[in-house]
C-alpha cells in the first residue's frame, strides 16, 4: 500500500523555523515531481512548494518565496520542507503529495497530485 507520512510539525513562535519531512513507504516516487499544499482552517488547499523528479526544479508560492525551501533525498525516498521566519499566516495543515504522472513538469494545482498524506500541523504563535 502507497503511503506517504509527514512529520515535523508543531508549535513555533514568529519568526522560528521548522523542518517537515514526508517519507514515502509501499513505492519509490523518485521519478515523480513531489509537493508540499497547506490547508488553514475555513479556507483552501493552496500549493506551498514543489520539486521535480531530479531535484533540479523547484517552484514557489510567492506567499513562501524566500522563506521556504524544498529538497529531497531519492535514496531515503523522502522529501523536507524547511521552513524560516515564519509567520502567523503559515499556520495550517501540511500536506505533502506525489504528482500522479512520473517525470511530469512541476504542476501546482493540487488536481494532479495523488497519495495524499495525513498532514501535519503547523501552528506560529505571535
Known amino acids: 500500500q502507497v503511503q506517504l507520512v509527514e512529520s515535523g510539525g508543531g508549535l513555533v513562535q514568529a519568526g522560528g523555523s521548522l523542518r517537515l519531512s514526508c517519507a514515502a513507504s509501499?513505492?519509490?516516487?523518485?521519478?515523480?515531481?513531489m509537493g508540499w499544499f497547506r490547508q488553514a482552517p475555513g479556507k483552501d488547499r493552496e500549493f506551498v512548494a514543489a520539486?521535480?523528479?531530479?531535484?533540479?526544479?523547484?517552484n514557489y508560492a510567492d506567499s513562501v518565496k524566500g522563506r521556504f525551501t524544498i529538497s529531497r533525498d531519492n535514496a531515503k525516498n523522502t522529501v523536507y520542507l524547511q521552513m524560516n521566519s515564519l509567520k502567523p499566516e503559515d499556520t495550517a495543515v501540511y500536506y505533502c503529495a506525489a504528482d500522479h504522472q512520473m517525470y511530469a513538469s512541476i504542476r501546482i494545482m493540487g488536481v494532479f497530485y495523488e497519495s495524499w498524506g495525513q498532514g501535519t500541523q503547523v501552528t506560529v504563535s505571535s
Open positions: 520539486i521535480s523528479w531530479s531535484a533540479a526544479y523547484t
Open positions: 509501499g513505492r519509490t516516487f523518485n521519478k515523480n515531481t
